[in-house]
């Protein structure tokens, strides 16, 4: 999970009568509650159908009135807030943030205006640094193609001496 909200390939599974407390619908935060790396991903759009989520992921459920599902993950991904659950994780060789440590969480919660826009800031400045790194692909197997065909024309050039 690196903090994107997941995909629709999801598995069907009949399930009985679990308990509405372990499915989210939309509107909800995902957090990696164990191993690493330890981050949350938005369920911001109204889902289809209901999907149950099992542990180490924790269902978090912000009041839509004063925090985006989307600004609450990202708050929470931020490098400060990582650091500050890192230090409270627990286990040696299981990494665990305890459900406490995370309700705990300080993080900055400015007007619902304000926190679009950070989402919506922190999406693009994602697309740009993907773009970036395909240009730079592209870049590099371009010089290795021109470099391949100087290579080839100075030894058909040898050659023809």
Do not use: C
């Amino acid at each position: 999970m690196d903090g994107a909200t997941p995909g629709p390939n999801f598995q069907r599974y009949d399930l009985g009568k679990l308990s509405d407390h372990y499915f989210v619908r939309g509107g909800e935060v995902v957090f990696r509650s164990r191993g690493e790396p330890n981050t949350a991903a938005a369920i911001g759009n109204a889902l289809a159908e209901p999907v149950a989520v099992i542990v180490p992921l924790l269902i978090m459920r912000p009041d839509p009135n004063f925090v985006l599902p989307e600004y609450l993950a990202w708050a929470i991904n931020q490098p400060d807030a990582q650091r500050r659950l890192g230090a409270e994780a627990q286990g040696t060789s299981l990494r665990m943030i305890p459900m406490r440590v995370l309700e705990n969480l300080d993080i900055a919660v400015p007007d619902l205006s304000t926190q679009k826009r950070i989402v919506e800031l922190s999406a693009l400045a994602r697309q740009e640094g993907r773009l970036l790194r395909e240009i730079a692909t592209r870049k590099e197997q371009l010089a290795s193609i021109i470099l391949s065909e100087a290579a080839m024309a100075a030894d058909q050039k040898e050659i023809a001496q």
